[in-house]
């Protein structure tokens, strides 16, 4: 039985229009999120059969493998919830939408909102080949910190927990912008659903202790 699987979106195809248009939501949510989520689940069932047969000499790859497709599945079910339609999303977290947390936190970790918006767009556009710019809460220092994931892995921290995420992989663009990744990673401003990312920060920083446990 399969481990994991593909969520639903929370809208429908066209509902990013016209910022990302319904036949990239569909490709990008069916067909390239449906194989990484058949990929982690190969993945697992091949290791099985590694460890079943002692045939140690594929682990290493096949890890790999599982890196790639699963981050690549936990990425995208983030990005999906992380949207919403051009008039409900956009604009910059503020107190009265109830989201004030979030915004005390994007100002106090990175100087303003417009030097967070600036670094994040930089890390998503200039990210070489494929991947992803992250905005995500660091626990060691309970600053939020953006990242840039070259494919679906890269330049992590460990502990760190996405709670925004801008996909810069060609296939989430490609088909509306063609080469022009600036365009759409300033585009994707428009439908960030803040809502969204303060209920994870929230949910981040809950979690902060488990990973500060003392022994």
């Known amino acids: 039985m399969p481990v994991y699987t593909l969520p639903d979106l929370p809208y429908d195809y066209s509902a990013l229009a016209p910022v990302i248009s319904p036949e990239i939501i ?6 390239h999120h449906a194989a990484y989520v058949k990929g982690a689940n190969d993945t697992l069932e091949q290791l099985a059969e590694a460890r079943d047969k002692e ?4 682990v290493n790859g096949l890890e790999k493998n599982l890196a790639f497709h699963l981050s ?3 990425l995208h079910s983030i990005y999906w919830q992380n949207m919403t339609g051009p008039k409900d999303g956009g604009g910059e977290p503020l107190a009265a939408d109830g989201v004030g947390e979030l915004a005390e936190a994007i100002k106090e970790s990175f100087g ?3 030097a967070f918006r600036t670094q994040l767009s930089k890390a998503a556009a200039t990210t070489q080949g494929s991947g992803w710019g992250v905005l995500a809460y660091e626990p060691l220092s309970g600053r939020l910190v953006v990242e840039q994931v070259y494919d679906h892995q890269g330049n992590v921290g460990q ?3 996405p709670v925004l995420v801008f996909d ?3 296939h989430a663009f490609y088909l509306q912008y063609r080469n022009q990744k600036v365009d759409f990673v300033e585009a994707m401003w428009a439908v960030v659903n803040w809502q969204d990312v303060a209920r994870r920060y929230e949910a981040a920083k ?3 202790n488990v990973l500060l446990l003392a022994p």
Not at 55 to 58: A, D, E, F, I, Q
């Open 159 to 161: 502990g760190s927990t």
């Open 72 to 74: 690549g599945h936990i």
């Open 112 to 114: 303003s909102f417009a």
């Open 168 to 170: 810069a992989w060609e």
């Open 26 to 31: 569909e490709l990008h949510h069916d067909k």
């Open 206 to 208: 809950s979690r902060a």
């Open 55 to 58: 045939s140690w000499g594929s």
